[in-house]
């Protein structure tokens, strides 16, 4: 489910669930538990993000989405803002190798890291929730605030488009391009840098920048995320979600 490979002063957790590691509460979970893990060990490694073949993580699990029921609803929920939160607000250096498509709650965990290199190949990025029908968690729209290029923040929410790897560059989502096959080098090189810096000093600046969006976060989760999960529970959105499950899984639920 994951991985985690240590590399001196790296680990590297790599997703590996499924065939396109579709976000569950069990991945979710797992990775939360991972994430503390790291950040409670004395040895301060900074963490490179990757996935599993061609695909970084194609977003939340849709089937489980629309079985799971109420209660899995808001399972999901809680486990996707518990986990967006430890990546968002980790310590140390975290650093995304996206390797293949990361869409939805996977660009969303990609932008939660703090620098972002895609390899060269087919893969896509982007969040197309809202083409879906689908409202995002307060935390997750105030990531996507804090990582996309300000001009193109509404063009990414709005038309929910996925990029290539040249598009994506140029609107800011990721900040390099490498080719797939120094791309986990790569990540790890840039983790390498950042984690040589002072810690107690990566942190402070860390926080400076990052803490705002996680107040501004709680504070709009109080007011949104109860109708956020209304709108997931509502049966127009739950037919558009199984509409697009049947277009693109090729299956009907």
Same mark, same amino acid.
């Given at each position: 489910?994951?991985?985690?490979?240590?590399?001196?002063?790296?680990?590297?957790?790599?997703?590996?669930?499924?065939?396109?590691?579709?976000?569950?509460?069990?991945?979710?979970?797992?990775?939360?538990?991972?994430?503390?893990?790291?950040?409670?060990?004395?040895?301060?490694?900074?963490?490179?993000?990757?996935? !599993?073949?061609?695909?970084?993580?194609?977003?939340?699990?849709?089937?489980?989405?629309?079985?799971?029921?109420?209660?899995?609803?808001?399972?999901?929920?809680?486990?996707?803002?518990?986990?967006?939160?430890?990546?968002?607000?980790?310590?140390?250096?975290? /650093?995304?190798?996206?390797?293949?498509?990361?869409?939805?709650?996977?660009?969303?965990?990609?932008?939660?890291?703090?620098?972002?290199?895609?390899?060269?190949?087919?893969? #896509?990025?982007?969040?197309?929730?809202?083409?879906?029908? /689908?409202?995002?968690?307060? $935390?997750? /729209?105030? /990531?996507?605030?804090?990582?996309?290029? !300000?001009?193109?923040?509404?063009?990414?929410? +709005? $038309?929910? #488009?996925? +990029?290539?790897?040249?598009?994506?560059?140029?609107?800011?989502?990721?900040?390099?391009?490498?080719?797939?096959?120094?791309?986990?080098?790569?990540?790890?090189?840039?983790?390498?840098?950042?984690?040589?810096?002072?810690?107690?000093?990566?942190?402070? !600046? #860390?926080?400076?920048?990052?803490?705002?969006?996680?107040?501004?976060?709680?504070?709009?989760?109080?007011?949104?995320?109860?109708?956020? $999960?209304?709108?997931? #529970?509502?049966?127009?959105?739950?037919?558009?979600?199984?509409? +697009?499950?049947?277009?693109? $899984?090729?299956?009907?639920?």
């Amino acid at each position: 489910m994951i991985h985690r490979e240590d590399h001196a002063s790296v680990a590297v957790l790599r997703l590996d669930h499924g065939k396109v590691s579709a976000l569950d509460v069990d991945l979710l979970s797992a990775l939360a538990d991972q994430l503390g893990e790291i950040e409670r060990s004395p040895s301060g490694q900074s963490v490179v993000l990757t996935g !599993t073949g061609s695909t970084f993580s194609a977003g939340v699990d849709l089937v489980q989405f629309l079985d799971g029921g109420e209660a899995y609803l808001q399972d999901l929920l809680r486990a996707m803002t518990r986990t967006f939160a430890a990546l968002f607000s980790f310590p140390r250096p975290a /650093i995304a190798a996206v390797n293949g498509h990361a869409i939805a709650g996977g660009c969303v965990l990609a932008c939660a890291c703090d620098y972002r290199i895609m390899g060269r190949g087919p893969g #896509k990025i982007g969040v197309p929730e809202l083409r879906v029908g /689908i409202p995002f968690p307060a $935390l997750a /729209i105030e /990531i996507l605030r804090f990582a996309a290029s !300000t001009p193109h923040l509404q063009e990414l929410v +709005y $038309l929910g #488009k996925t +990029y290539e790897v040249d598009e994506a560059y140029q609107r800011g989502l990721v900040d390099e391009i490498a080719d797939l096959e120094t791309l986990l080098d790569r990540a790890c090189g840039v983790a390498e840098r950042l984690g040589s810096m002072p810690p107690a000093r990566f942190q402070i !600046t #860390k926080h400076q920048l990052r803490q705002p969006s996680l107040d501004r976060a709680e504070r709009n989760a109080r007011e949104w995320d109860a109708e956020v $999960l209304r709108a997931w #529970k509502d049966p127009e959105t739950r037919a558009a979600v199984r509409a +697009y499950a049947e277009a693109t $899984l090729g299956r009907r639920r």
